[in-house]
Structure formats: structure tokens, C-alpha cells
């Protein structure tokens, strides 16, 4: 639905609602010459409320993608991971083996875990947002086991 439609002071003005169930309202349409305001409607207008379109509601069912940009060697037997975190909606949270990350910018665009360095050499991100979707490609990266 439209809200909200002003031409103030302009030397035309053209105004073409060209799709299903158009609704409209608080139209203005000031200082512009008699001569040269148009308005192409087709279609019947919506009577009642219920006729009138309703804003989208859309569904958030992309899972976020996580990647783990920086990792460095901390304290005997640990390491620093640094990385990430894209999503179109609010992110959860964020895990490395199975470890809460810390949240340096909002929604974790960027984020820090200092933890155990794997015996395997496997660290593996995941993420999660809050509409539930759970991000299906975890990033991995091996480094020189310990």
C-alpha cells in the first residue's frame, strides 16, 4: 500500500499504480499545473481494510556462513581464533570445537575464541542464527597439529 504521495512545486507530475489490489492514501499534489497532472489507475479500487494489500512478511530461511580468518599461537598448548560471520538476519552464536566464541562486533561480524589446540589439527566453525536456520558448510582449517 501506499502511504504517502507528494509532488509539491514540479512542472508535472505522473502517478501510475500498475499492479494487483493498488491501494493508496494521502495523495498530495500541490503547485503543479492543472494541465499537467496524470493519473493512470486500472482496476477496482479496495473498499474495505481487509481488501487492501498488507506489508510482506518475510521468512528468514538462509543459514549464516562463518569463515575463520586469523589463527596464532597464545599460551602453551593454545591457540587464537579469530573470524566472520555473514548473515541476512541476527546470528545466534557461533562455535569452534564445540566453543562459544566471543562477539567483537555486532552480529559477530567479527569474533574470537582462545582454546585447547587440537590434537588433530582440525578447527571447524559453525554458526547459527536466530530463526533457526544452522549453517550447513562449517569452515574448516587444519593447522600443524600439537
Not at 548473515?87 to 552480529?107: F, K, Q, S
Request: hydrophobic share 40%; no cysteine; charged share 25%.
Amino acid at each position: 500500500m501506499l502511504d504517502h504521495f507528494d509532488v509539491y512545486d514540479a512542472d508535472y507530475a505522473v502517478w501510475r499504480p500498475e499492479y494487483d489490489r493498488h491501494a493508496y492514501h494521502d495523495i498530495s499534489i500541490d503547485k503543479v499545473p492543472d494541465a499537467h497532472r496524470y493519473a493512470f489507475v486500472s482496476g477496482p479500487h479496495p473498499v474495505d481494510a481487509a481488501d487492501f494489500p498488507t506489508p510482506l512478511t518475510p521468512t528468514d530461511d538462509l543459514p549464516p556462513a562463518t569463515v575463520i580468518t586469523h589463527i596464532e599461537p597464545a599460551a602453551p598448548g593454545k591457540i587464537v581464533v579469530r573470524g566472520t560471520t555473514s548473515d541476512n538476519g541476527d546470528v545466534a552464536d557461533v562455535i569452534v570445537n564445540g566453543v562459544d566464541v566471543e562477539e567483537l562486533a555486532p552480529n559477530y561480524a567479527q569474533w574470537e575464541v582462545t582454546l585447547d589446540a587440537p590434537s588433530d589439527g582440525k578447527l571447524i566453525a559453525i554458526s547459527n542464527d536466530v530463526a533457526g536456520n544452522v549453517e550447513q558448510t562449517p569452515h574448516v582449517r587444519l593447522i600443524a597439529a600439537h
